[in-house]
């Protein structure tokens, strides 16, 4: 296995559902790093890696899930923003974009989240059914549900922050 | 007439459905009007999911984080991760980690005495060595703190700088995290600021459980034994956060350190917290 290579291939897809799926940069690091270094160790063929690394990324959320308790996060201040940053309403735009999206993934049930978030990674439904712990065959259905829910969800979603505008 | 499913339906859209039962679905959908709309509505709902991740995104360390997967799985593991268990170890897990403890208590000894000694060949073969296990200049070599009285907090009677384990990074984006989890009651935690590039955090006393990781501008320190955690913020990171357990211990505001926790000494330099105090 090329290990090097296989890392840039898959790390950045790896990382981006981490983050979608957790909410937390930090999280989606640790989580990710963690999944590299245990398929260090594992005589996997390459075709393999890509389902493995998923499979144990998201068991590993759950895990920290189920151990974590209610935390305040409080965040580095940010540093002051340079003339040359975008101007300040599209940054609050875009953060306001951003909470909406994540008020909405929040709401949906923690295996909705996984079943979208790797489709949109392109794994075909067998692998979403292993790493999620469902039959194949309900995979159509799970995912159309929930698609719907984020749909309708995310809509009032955004009616709610413009009616507080 | 019976519709098609929705799972169906989304399998369809998904590309999932053999040939036989495609064609039959798309035979289907020519005739009948509701079974078309719901089509349109998965397909409509999937490009606005596709839409609104987008937002999220943000580009992935990935050169960082190869560099930092290097430098773990060169590191001998102290103990259990938290939450995370190795099954592929094929050491009995005592023998295992009683060499660690040598290595690291050798680890220690060598840049303590690096440290010590002013252009010492070990600091430079350490360096050396380092640069080539991590392949990557965004983690420093670990050094022992400088004991300098005017600006170490006071240090337990028996901490030693032949004691210390650590590591040390650069900021991602000016910031840097400092992550300690489960470290032991009653404990010390010293943080301070100093000057050069790198934050570090060292344990005292016998390494022990203690495990260490990384990512890009983070430390993560789990198990920290009874004899404390000293933390270095460089001056001139643009900011900087210790949590313990998930709460905010401290930050670092432009030139100053501030408490966030209830501290037992502290100044814009220097804090000391207990943990469970």
């Known amino acids: 296995m090329d290990y090097d290579r296989l890392f840039h291939l898959l790390y950045p897809s790896l990382h981006r559902y981490l983050h979608r799926l957790t909410g937390d940069a930090d999280v989606a690091d640790d989580i990710a790093q963690e999944a590299f270094v245990r398929l260090l160790s594992q005589p996997l063929p390459e075709d393999e890696a890509r389902p493995w690394l998923f499979t144990v990324a998201t068991n590993l959320v759950r895990d920290r899930v189920r151990k974590s308790t209610r935390r305040d996060r409080l965040l580095v201040k940010a540093p002051p923003p340079t003339p040359f940053g975008p101007p300040p309403d599209e940054v609050a735009e875009r953060s306001q974009r951003i909470d909406a999206v994540r008020a909405t993934l929040e709401k949906l049930p923690e295996r909705d989240r996984q079943l979208l978030l790797m489709r949109e990674e392109g794994f075909k439904y067998d692998e979403m059914a292993s790493a999620v712990g469902v039959a194949p065959s309900s995979v159509g259905t799970l995912l159309a549900r929930a698609l719907k829910r984020f749909a309708e969800a995310h809509k009032s979603q955004e009616v709610g922050d413009d009616a507080r505008e | ?277």
């Open chain 2, 1 to 277: 007439m019976t519709h098609v499913s929705e799972g169906t339906l989304q399998a369809f859209l998904d590309g999932e459905l053999p040939d036989r039962e495609r064609a039959e679905v798309m035979r289907h959908l020519a005739g009948c009007a509701d079974c078309a709309a719901e089509l349109e509505v998965l397909r409509a709902a999937a490009c606005d999911l596709s839409a609104a991740l987008g937002w999220l995104d943000t580009p992935a360390p990935t050169a960082t984080a190869l560099a930092s997967v290097r430098q773990v799985s060169s590191i001998p593991r102290i103990g259990p991760r938290f939450g995370f268990s190795d099954r592929a170890a094929g050491v009995a897990a005592s023998t295992r980690r009683a060499l660690v403890r040598a290595a690291m208590l050798v680890l220690g000894l060598a840049a303590a005495a690096s440290a010590a000694i002013p252009g010492s060949p070990i600091r430079d073969w350490l360096m050396d060595t380092w640069q080539r296990v991590a392949g990557d200049d965004t983690v420093a070599v670990p050094t022992a703190p400088a004991m300098d009285p005017a600006v170490a907090p006071a240090a337990p009677a028996t901490a030693s700088a032949e004691r210390m384990a650590g590591i040390s990074i650069l900021p991602r984006d000016g910031e840097i995290r400092i992550v300690l989890e489960s470290p032991a009651h009653s404990s010390p935690i010293y943080v301070r600021l100093i000057d050069g590039s790198t934050a570090s955090v060292f344990t005292n006393g016998d390494p022990g459980a203690a495990s260490f990781r990384t990512a890009p501008g983070r430390i993560t320190v789990a198990n920290a034994g009874p004899e404390g955690v000293r933390v270095d913020l460089p001056r001139g990171a643009a900011a900087a956060l210790l949590t313990v357990d998930g709460h905010a211990f401290a930050v670092k505001d432009a030139d100053s350190l501030r408490a966030i926790a209830p501290a037992e000494r502290a100044s814009a330099e220097e804090l000391v917290f207990r943990v469970g105090t």
